[in-house]
């Protein structure tokens, strides 16, 4: 029988972050990436979305470009990772980031429905399965079928979504804007450094933004000029790339304009 040494992968100080400072630094580092992440995956759709001529209605139908499919799945689920596993300064804190990043999964994990695309020639990735009466008969189905999952998963989708962005807007509106006395407020009169000051309005405004989004999605989506002009599209990158900045200011990016240790 092999005897194993006691001392076999113990906890390495020097390596472990138990109750050191740096863990933070590094958690910083995270927010950070997927600040970035939040920022280059609507970029990227933007920029090679546009397979035989078609420009998507909506960042969420990339889900079916053979290539962007995977960068969209991979970028959300990485969000969703982050957020599920992101630790705060509270319970609420977390609990809240971690619906946000459940959102992200499902969003992910569950497309919403329709091509994305004018009526044309365009390329996808399949998840239908083909029958046809004979063999030598193919028929390609009819109503999109290559494009729903099945039937409540364009809703599970829209659900999620308008959670993920409700609650990016909540953070940072209410969360990262909050003042850690002694730190980025002074702790007698409450005064916010000119750091945090600065670090806020850049938090307002990008929780603003995607308000906004959000109304504009939810009073014109249905219009019928709306899908045209790729109101969608606009309004999702908007939005994403609002909450990519507001965390790469809370990851301290820019620790040169930015930086103190408090939120």
């Known amino acids: 029988m092999q005897v194993l040494p006691p001392d076999r992968f113990q906890p390495d100080e020097r390596f472990t972050f138990n109750n050191d400072p740096e863990y933070e630094a590094n958690q910083r580092v995270l927010a950070s990436l997927v600040g970035v992440v939040a920022i280059g995956m609507p970029a990227m759709m933007l920029i090679f979305g546009h397979g035989n001529g078609c420009v998507r209605f909506s960042i969420s139908h990339h889900y079916y470009t053979r290539f962007?499919?995977?960068?969209?799945?991979?970028?959300?689920v990485f969000i969703s990772a982050f957020l599920i596993a992101y630790r705060g300064t509270n319970p609420?804190?977390?609990?809240?980031?971690?619906?946000?990043g459940i959102g992200a999964l499902l969003v992910a994990i569950f497309p919403t429905d329709?091509?994305?695309?004018?009526?044309?020639?365009?390329?996808?990735?399949?998840?239908?399965?083909?029958?046809?009466?004979?063999?030598m008969d193919p028929r390609a189905p009819?109503?999109?079928?290559?494009?729903?999952?099945?039937?409540?998963?364009?809703?599970?989708h829209l659900i999620s979504a308008a959670a993920v962005f409700t609650f990016l807007a909540w953070y940072?509106?209410?969360?990262?804007?909050?003042p850690v006395p002694g730190v980025s407020s002074d702790p007698v009169t409450g005064e916010l450094t000119p750091v945090k000051k600065r670090r806020n309005t850049i938090?307002?405004?990008?929780?603003?933004?995607?308000?906004?989004?959000i109304v504009a999605m939810g009073l014109f989506g249905r219009s019928d000029w709306w899908n045209p002009?790729?109101?969608t599209l606009i309004a999702e990158t908007i939005s994403l790339w609002a909450f990519g900045v507001s965390w790469i200011v809370k990851?301290?990016?820019?620790?040169?304009?930015?930086?103190?240790?408090?939120?």
Request: hydrophobic share 45%.
């Open 203 to 213: 938090y307002n405004i990008c929780g603003a933004v995607i308000v906004l989004s």
């Open 68 to 76: 962007l499919g995977t960068v969209f799945v991979g970028s959300l």
């Open 142 to 156: 009819v109503d999109g079928a290559f494009f729903e999952l099945f039937g409540a998963a364009a809703t599970i």
């Open 92 to 100: 609420r804190e977390n609990v809240y980031a971690s619906i946000a």
């Open 229 to 231: 002009v790729r109101g």
């Open 172 to 178: 940072c509106l209410v969360v990262f804007t909050r």
């Open 251 to 263: 990851g301290r990016l820019f620790d040169f304009a930015l930086k103190d240790t408090g939120a």
């Open 114 to 135: 329709g091509t994305g695309c004018p009526p044309g020639d365009i390329q996808s990735r399949l998840f239908a399965t083909i029958s046809s009466p004979t063999a």
